[in-house]
């Protein structure tokens, strides 16, 4: 079993930055790519941003060229730079992540809790 936490989430006014991270533990042996969603009140979740393993990057187009995914292997560690802030940005994070355990062939799927980014005008 795996565990994501993310961290990193609070208020901050438009035009501010936040970096968020998402710490993966507990039986580690093989992750994938990894993501960060986002789901505002009522509204669907929906692809930020995506980190190969080897570091491919993919955004959505409402957030390019404001935010940077990245992602260290050596710690099992995801972030995600969030600069010029806005308030479409507010919604809660969520951390996910493709992992294979030892002996296995397929990829399990993993979420963590979400992080709260809030953005006042």
């Known amino acids: 079993q795996v565990q994501l936490v993310e961290s990193g989430g609070g208020l901050v006014q438009t035009g501010g930055s936040l970096r968020l991270s998402c710490a993966a533990s507990?039986?580690?042996?093989?992750?994938?790519?990894m993501a960060w969603y986002r789901q505002a009140p009522g509204k669907q979740r929906e692809l930020v941003a995506r980190i190969t393993s080897d570091g491919s990057t993919n955004y959505a187009d409402s957030v390019k060229g404001r935010f940077t995914i990245s992602r260290d292997n050596a710690k099992n560690t995801m972030y995600l730079a969030m600069n010029s802030l806005k308030p479409d940005d507010t919604a809660v994070y969520y951390c996910?992540?493709?992992?294979?355990?030892?002996?296995?062939?397929?990829?399990?799927?993993?979420w963590g809790q979400g992080t709260q980014v809030t953005v006042s005008s």
């Open positions: 507990g039986r580690i042996f093989v992750i994938g790519a």
């Open positions: 996910n992540a493709l992992h294979r355990n030892a002996g296995d062939v397929i990829f399990y799927n993993y």
